[in-house]
């Protein structure tokens, strides 16, 4: 089982950019993806980005493509998500997870981290 943690959200003006991180414990293997996705109030949990732990092979949902940026570090086992040009449409709750196949689905995704909060104002 992997333990994984959120960090790095906050409330920030429209336009403006955060940098998610999320710390991986326990056992990781390096076939696996490493996604965030998103829920917004009221809204169905949603896929944002995607990345290959061994290859470095990243995926976006078209909403947030150019925008977003994933990466790892996998001397840290930690994945990042820096959000740039930030919207208000951006406010969700940001979950950090991890799945042994290139899907986007969250059903497929086994182990999830508790989630950090992005508020975009204005």
């Known amino acids: 089982q992997v333990q994984l943690v959120e960090s790095g959200g906050g409330l920030v003006q429209a336009g403006g950019s955060l940098r998610l991180s999320c710390a991986a414990s326990?056992?990781?293997?390096?076939?696996?993806?490493m996604g965030w996705f998103r829920q917004a109030l009221g809204k169905e949990r949603e896929f944002v980005a995607g990345?290959?732990?061994?290859?470095?092979?990243?995926y976006y949902a078209d909403s947030v493509k150019g925008r977003f940026t994933i990466s790892r570090d996998k001397a840290k086992n930690t994945v990042y998500l820096q959000m740039n040009s930030l919207k208000p449409e951006d406010t969700a709750v940001y979950y950090c997870?991890?799945?042994?196949?290139?899907?986007?689905?969250?059903?497929?995704?086994?182990?999830w981290g508790q989630g950090t909060q992005v508020t975009v104002s204005s």
């Open positions: 326990g056992r990781t293997f390096s076939g696996y993806v």
């Open positions: 990345i290959m732990w061994s290859g470095g092979s990243t």
């Open positions: 997870a991890t799945s042994p196949q290139i899907t986007a689905n969250a059903a497929y995704f086994s182990s």
